[in-house]
């Protein structure tokens, strides 16, 4: 038996009429095409969900009825009578990953012609609920629930409709777009934008809450365009420099933490290679029993290169941690450039003009510094492990 592909299927549905509870159908066969489709759906109803209500052989040039129940979406994809069921879709009504087809809309979502306007607003509704998704304190990725807890909890459920989209603000939602799109105080501007939405929201039902917030979202960009502003003029160059003087001072004690995290393993360099070798017994010493030098001669350098390899492991992961903070102040270097102040001046270059250098200059040079010490240390410890072993290799005589 031959199965109904997908597009065979779709075929069919955009070619039929449904009753109101889509339970029944006519088609009408035009082409030899749509009959072959229509026998095949047929012949596979348990997972077509079509089911003939004549008899008769299909033939083309008729009209067909049948019986209607919808596809196995593990086949096919999933169905939907209309956009108000499908934006009440637990998955659908946050993302548009999955295949789907909506039945009034006759809309196949892998299909490549222009979109309803329905279509277009849905999906600019998605990208907007994944952008103040941002703003909550916590989402339920089962439910999709926005939870807020500032000024006050709130908890806002995603339910909207055909109305709501048909109705879609879409100016308003291009404002918050570019207004979020810049990096400048982002974190600032989700926490305006969570207390707006709490103020906005939270003398309405559970039910009813997303979609209020949808309707007034031009009120709601209005406050938070005003609050953003009121920030803006506290937004002050003494605060950023003070900030700055703080982060460096922090910074500062990472970079000698890195050093004296390991100083007494450094102290120890001498001791453990060059002194230690110095305990190797000569033949002299041990009246030619030479076995009992070999041992005695061995385990002191076992000693020597285990110390040697744990302070190059050790030495190796305090370079790292330099990496680490240096890749750290780059990032707050870059994020320093970005910062402007209300009347458009960037911080970053008031800063150099005061200090006559860029503000974390001296912390990229000290880091560079502690990272030739600990090459110079590698070094060390290497040319004593090297030492220790051609002492090991003159004194000590091997066995036999």
Not at 306 to 323: C, G, P, V, W
């Amino acid at each position: 038996m031959s199965l109904i592909n997908r597009e065979q299927l779709i075929a069919l549905y955009k070619q039929a009429n449904f009753d109101e509870n889509y339970e029944k159908g006519r088609i009408f066969v035009d082409t030899d095409s749509i009959a072959q489709n229509l026998q095949l759906a047929f012949n596979n109803p348990e997972i077509t969900g079509w089911r003939k209500s004549q008899p008769s052989d299909i033939q083309v040039g008729q009209e067909r009825t049948f019986f209607h129940e919808f596809p196995r979406s593990s086949d096919f994809g999933h169905f939907f009578r209309n956009i108000d069921e499908f934006c009440q879709n637990k998955f659908f009504k946050v993302k548009n990953t999955k295949i789907f087809y909506i039945i009034d809309l006759k809309w196949d979502s892998k299909a490549t012609i222009a979109k309803p306007i329905l279509i277009e607003k849905y999906e600019t509704l998605i990208k907007f609920i994944k952008l103040i998704q941002e703003s909550a304190v916590f989402v339920d990725s089962a439910t999709s629930r926005m939870v807020y807890i500032e000024p006050e909890k709130l908890e806002l459920d995603i339910i909207y409709s055909s109305t709501e989209l048909e109705n879609l603000d879409i100016d308003t939602i291009k404002k918050f777009e570019s207004f979020l799109s810049d990096d400048l105080h982002r974190k600032q501007k989700l926490a305006i934008l969570a207390k707006a939405i709490v103020n906005q929201c939270k003398t309405i039902d559970a039910e009813n809450r997303f979609s209020h917030f949808l309707k007034h979202l031009k009120d709601v960009y209005e406050k938070l365009d005003q609050d953003y502003a009121i920030f803006a003029a506290k937004f002050s160059f003494d605060e950023v420099y003070n900030e700055i003087r703080n982060t460096k001072l922090e910074e500062q004690v990472k970079i000698h933490k890195v050093i004296t995290d390991i100083q007494n393993q450094i102290l120890g360099i001498p001791i453990a290679t060059v002194i230690v070798a110095t305990q190797f017994k000569a033949q002299s010493q041990i009246q030619k029993d030479y076995t009992y030098q070999f041992w005695v001669n061995t385990g002191v350098m076992i000693g020597v290169v285990i110390f040697s390899i744990t302070m190059l492991f050790l030495i190796k992961n305090q370079y790292d941690s330099l990496k680490s903070i240096r890749k750290e102040l780059k990032r707050k270097n870059e994020d320093l450039k970005k910062r402007k102040r209300e009347n458009g001046t960037s911080v970053y270059d008031i800063i150099i003009s005061k200090d006559n250098k860029p503000p974390f200059e001296d912390l990229f040079k000290r880091i560079i510094f502690q990272k030739w010490i600990l090459i110079i240390i590698s070094i060390i410890t290497v040319v004593g492990l090297i030492a220790s072993l051609v002492f090991y290799c003159n004194i000590t005589v091997p066995l036999e």
